[in-house]
């Protein structure tokens, strides 16, 4: 059993028309759809035709939401799965819509995550371990990880890394030189640098011991815990404090100076 197209109206959005079959509406097709089927007034259509017409068309809309998609950026195969999921395209016109992107070049995930990589090395300062995370929640292979990190060479990850450092000792410029170092080392791990580049990066900062930055600290970090530790008197109080500046990598001279003159003051 055949039908008979017997008008093809214009919709009030661009590419969109409306078929109809036998003087009744039928149903809407894009414009890229009835050019490729050569659809005009007149044409017979059987039933498998009308499905496949449908089926088509179903993708062709798929196809446009992904290109408006990445109108704006590069994106992954499962950036774009996830979209289109979320605006309720069926598992095969998703298949079909990959493919399509795919093969003319336009979604290619290790030529993302490259760029992706450079773009963080030279933007941002986070090592390869954070990169990698980040690309794998956006559904990059491990395989496409590790070559794309192959952009972001050891030299390059010490300059970013150093940069790095050098703000943290800003920042902790008020504890101890051991502390510093410490949290300088923990705050790079967290960033994503491995132990081998942080070393390198350590070498490079050449941190080294201050004594008036070292008595300074100590005088800020042990005037906080004098007072934290205010409901106690004399004895017990020193020991308090004395703790406290031992757990913050102060030296024992120090300390004892600082209390002997916490002494002197009361």
Do not use: C
């Amino acid at each position: 059993m055949t039908k008979t197209i017997t008008l093809i109206k214009t919709q009030k959005r661009k590419g969109r028309y409306n078929i109809y079959l036998d003087g009744k509406y039928a149903f809407p097709l894009g414009e890229d759809v009835l050019i490729r089927f050569g659809l005009s007034k007149g044409r017979e259509l059987t039933t498998e035709q009308i499905d496949n017409l449908k089926e088509a068309d179903n993708t062709s809309k798929a196809y446009q939401k992904a290109l408006n998609y990445l109108a704006h950026q590069l994106r992954t195969k499962k950036e774009i799965k996830d979209h289109l999921h979320q605006n309720e395209v069926t598992e095969n016109d998703i298949e079909k819509t990959l493919n399509k992107l795919t093969e003319m070049g336009l979604v290619d995930d290790l030529k993302y995550a490259q760029s992706f990589v450079r773009t963080t090395a030279k933007t941002a300062d986070k090592g390869p371990t954070v990169i990698k995370s980040k690309l794998k929640q956006k559904g990059i292979t491990e395989s496409a990880i590790e070559e794309a990190l192959l952009e972001f060479p050891e030299e390059q990850q010490i300059i970013n890394g150093v940069t790095a450092a050098k703000k943290s000792v800003r920042h902790f410029h008020s504890e101890s030189f051991r502390t510093k170092t410490n949290k300088i080392r923990q705050q790079l791990m967290q960033k994503g640098f491995n132990g081998d580049v942080i070393n390198l990066i350590m070498e490079e900062l050449d941190l080294q011991p201050d004594e008036t930055q070292e008595q300074e600290a100590l005088t800020i970090q042990g005037d906080k815990l004098w007072r934290k530790n205010h409901r106690y008197t004399g004895t017990k109080r020193q020991q308090k404090v004395r703790q406290g500046l031992y757990r913050k990598g102060f030296s024992g001279d120090l300390i004892d100076q600082y209390l002997k003159d916490k002494s002197e003051e009361e």
